[in-house]
Nanobody, 124 residues
Framework: EVQLQASGGGLVQAGGSLRLSCAVS????????VGWFRQAPGKEREGVSC????????YYTDSVKGRFTISSDNAKNMVYLQMNSLTPEDTAVYYC?????????????????WGQGTQVTVSS
């Protein structure tokens, strides 16, 4: 059974940092891409970052470039999202997702497997 477990969200002041974690199990971790998405109230789910576990390629949406860093620990089947210089606009529920074949890394419909989400709230 494929499972993704996101954690690490919380309340932080603007300019602060958080690190999200995604624990992955139930499939061959190294063959997948893992993405982070977020959804704010009243808004569509937005792709934030993605990593190809196979070759280590990383992708970031423009609004987080230079502030967020995605990484993986293949030995632990973990993917992390380090978020720095957070702003209130980053407030959302953050989800990790995975799939074996991802062409459009920020398209949520490309991903079959999803974690439960973790709330990130950035106060001004």
């Amino acid at each position: 059974e494929v499972q993704l477990q996101a954690s690490g969200g919380g309340l932080v002041q603007a300019g602060g940092s958080l690190r999200l974690s995604c624990a992955v199990s139930g499939f061959s971790f190294e063959d997948y891409a893992v993405g982070w998405f977020r959804q704010a109230p009243g808004k569509e789910r937005e792709g934030v970052s993605c990593i190809s576990i196979y070759d280590g390629s990383t992708y970031y949406t423009d609004s987080v470039k230079g502030r967020f860093t995605i990484s993986s620990d293949n030995a632990k089947n973990m993917v992390y999202l380090q978020m720095n210089s957070l702003t209130p606009e980053d407030t959302a529920v953050y989800y990790c997702a995975a799939d074996g074949t991802v062409l459009a890394v920020f398209n949520p419909y490309e991903y079959d497997y999803w974690g439960q989400g973790t709330q990130v709230t950035v106060s001004s």
